[in-house]
């Protein structure tokens, strides 16, 4: 009895882990049943496709898991840049044929190295400029555009035969806090989240999304008392009988300190299943916490706080997605056009400029939610300097001492939401009027001899960028 409640708690669990190989503890977990595992950057390297296959010779169904949106979040290209602009880009372009394409491909990236699971695409709608952490994320700030890529997204992801993880729901995008650092409140009424945060949910489940992936939200108009991961109301009542989701529900990392603050790890999980939920993300995780886990979660059953069915629906449904993704065929067609094209259309270009000497390339980089991996580069001054020789990068906006001769090109994120990354755009055009502005997120008011914005960070979109200025 106690040995398949061990097994069932283990199903359910996704938990991250340090290194580019499989630690022993991990490789014994799986093979005592442990259902998923999650890869970060710092799990990356040449050999991961050595690291999957690892993990599954110790349990071949394991949810192998990843978060790669494309753009500012990649796990895969966290060194160069991302070969894909993000979903803002894609808004801009408003393509549904090329959102697909880009999320065939993809798909077809982690098809190649035998990952189960992405945790993309964020389709939560940007509708609060003010947002720190979903932004460029989003595909934009209405309803309407974010259901159709969404929905394109999800079938190139799963055409490539790959799952999809529509999330942050009930929707991330009115908010002000990073979930990673607190517990975000969406203020908006009922109606309110029919209009506008349920609909792009509604079309990814109707699309035949695989997974969703719920945020830790406080939602007073659904829940005044338990944010969304907890709440039995939004995830039963809402989620699964009224819009009729039927497929694996994964938490966001358990460790955030939008729930990390209100409870255990253990009773997170207990918590988190009794609400509804099948899979616990747990970004850090050693062997004793992963076991702790496990054991609140039996302990739990055996006390009658979370029934014993419950727990075995929520394994059901982690093994289902296992077996849906081994019934996939591979698609071994490569589209290694879609990110440049997306990312050269995205391009919103205001002014006019011709770089014919090598410039320097001033980074004021703000900083990024936890979400994003701090490494990740903008690529500008690398894309500028295979084509100008003699580029140089540096984060001091003091333009004072740069010669004349010598073109500047600022480049900044989200200068709309930053009052002082603003006052540095001022700054920089009042020293040098013809400074190039590129900015890499919410674009705000067009400023310098040209002002391009790129709507993501990626390396697409960084050479994109180095096209144009030196067509």
């Known amino acids: 009895m106690t040995a398949d409640l061990h097994r069932l708690a283990l199903t359910v669990l996704q938990p991250g882990f340090e290194g580019v190989t499989a630690p022993d503890w991990l490789r014994k977990a799986l093979g005592e049943g442990l259902g998923g595992a999650v890869l970060f950057a710092r799990n990356v390297s040449d050999g991961t496709a050595g690291l999957v296959a690892a993990l599954r010779a110790e349990n071949p169904g394991v949810v192998v898991a990843i978060d790669e949106e494309g753009g500012v979040v990649t796990r895969l290209e966290t060194r160069e840049g991302s070969s894909f602009p993000g979903n803002r880009a894609l808004g801009v372009v408003d393509d549904v044929a090329l959102t697909e394409r880009v999320g065939r491909q993809i ?25 720190p952490v979903i932004g460029v994320r989003s595909f934009g700030p209405s309803a309407d555009l974010v259901a159709r890529h969404s929905v394109a997204y999800i079938q190139g992801v799963q055409g490539a035969g790959v799952a999809a993880c529509a999330k942050h729901f009930p929707g991330h995008g009115d908010t ?23 609909p792009p949910f509604e079309a990814a489940i109707k699309a035949g999304v695989r997974s969703v992936m719920c945020g830790h939200l406080l939602v007073p108009s659904l829940d005044p008392a338990m944010p969304a991961t907890l709440s039995r109301t939004i995830l039963t009542g809402l989620l699964r009988e009224e819009l009729g989701f039927d497929g694996m529900l994964v938490t966001d990392a358990i460790e955030m300190r939008a729930v990390a603050a209100m409870y255990s790890p253990g009773e997170i999980a207990v918590r988190a299943l009794a609400a509804g939920v099948d899979a616990i993300c747990a970004g850090v995780v050693t062997a004793e916490s992963l076991y702790e886990l496990r054991d609140a979660i ?34 071994a067609e490569p589209d290694d056009t879609a990110g440049t094209e997306a990312a050269e259309r995205a391009l919103t270009i205001t002014g006019s400029a011709r770089l014919t000497a090598a410039p320097l390339v001033v980074e004021v980089n703000t900083r990024h939610s936890q979400a994003i991996d701090p490494d990740t580069p903008t690529g500008l001054a690398a894309a ?18 740069v010669p004349d001769e010598r073109p500047v090109v600022l480049v900044v994120h989200d200068a ?14 009042h020293q040098r009027p013809d400074v190039i502005v590129v900015e890499t ?26 096209r144009w200025l030196t067509r």
């Open 298 to 331: 039996v302990a739990a059953v055996l006390d009658g706080s979370l029934p014993e069915e419950r727990l075995a629906e929520a394994a059901g449904r982690v093994r289902a997605l296992s077996d849906w993704y081994g019934r996939q065929p591979r698609d």
């Open 441 to 466: 997120g919410i674009p705000g008011e067009p400023s310098g001899t040209a002002h391009i914005a790129t709507h993501g960070i990626s390396k697409v979109s960084a050479k994109a960028v180095a």
């Open 107 to 131: 798909g077809r990236m982690l098809a190649e190295l035998d990952i189960t699971l992405d945790y993309a695409p964020s389709v939560d709608v940007n509708a609060n400029p003010a947002n």
């Open 416 to 429: 709309a939401r930053h009052p002082w990354v603003r006052e540095t755009v001022a700054d920089a055009v």
């Open 384 to 401: 500028l300097g295979e084509v100008l020789p003699g580029t140089a990068r540096t984060a001091t906006p003091d333009l004072s001492s």
């Open 176 to 198: 002000v806090t990073d979930s990673h650092l607190a517990l975000p409140t969406v203020h908006a009424s009922l109606a309110e989240l029919r209009e506008r945060d349920l």
